[in-house]
């Protein structure tokens, strides 16, 4: 509709706004989650129900997740969630996020691999983690 050759007969950008098709959100696909850089990271499986149960060792990981992420940057915020087990770091910009997923994707933390991808801004700034 938005790209009709006959001008009259094209959708207006209101009416393309309205549909309900395009205000949709999808969650971005593992190939968009590695390769499209934001400023937020997640870091999966970090934990495991163990060291959820654990309160101090579980804020202990936590902390030390925080402390090898803010070697490539300053961070905003983070979280490690217990239900998903992942941590979330959100950096001031980007390219931060860039530089700790290089030297900190793959290594070995908590006897576990780290396995990072970019998280869209707009599903941390809203919570609605995955």
């Known amino acids: 509709r938005?790209?009709?050759v006959c001008a009259n007969e094209r959708a207006t950008a209101a009416s393309l706004l309205e549909d309900p098709w395009l205000q949709e959100q999808h969650r971005p696909n593992l190939?968009?989650?590695l390769l499209l850089?934001?400023?937020v990271l997640r870091m999966m499986h970090v934990i495991d129900q163990?060291?959820?149960?654990?309160?101090?060792?579980?804020?202990?990981?936590?902390?030390d997740l925080l402390d090898a992420c803010q070697q490539y940057g300053a961070v905003e915020s983070h979280l490690l969630d217990p239900?998903?087990?992942?941590?979330?770091?959100?950096f001031k910009v980007a390219i931060d996020a860039e530089t700790t997923m290089q030297?900190?994707?793959r290594r070995t933390f908590n006897k576990r691999i780290l396995v990072i991808t970019f998280f869209p801004r707009t599903?941390?700034?809203?919570?609605?983690l995955f």
């Not at 163990?50 to 936590?62: A, L, T």
């Not at 599903?123 to 609605?128: L, P, T, V």
């Open 31 to 33: 190939h968009d989650l």
């Open 103 to 105: 030297r900190l994707n």
């Open 50 to 63: 163990e060291q959820v149960n654990d309160h101090m060792e579980f804020k202990e990981i936590g902390e």
């Open 37 to 39: 850089p934001t400023p």
């Open 123 to 128: 599903a941390w700034e809203k919570k609605e």
């Open 2 to 4: 938005c790209m009709n």
């Open 83 to 90: 239900s998903l087990r992942h941590f979330y770091v959100h």
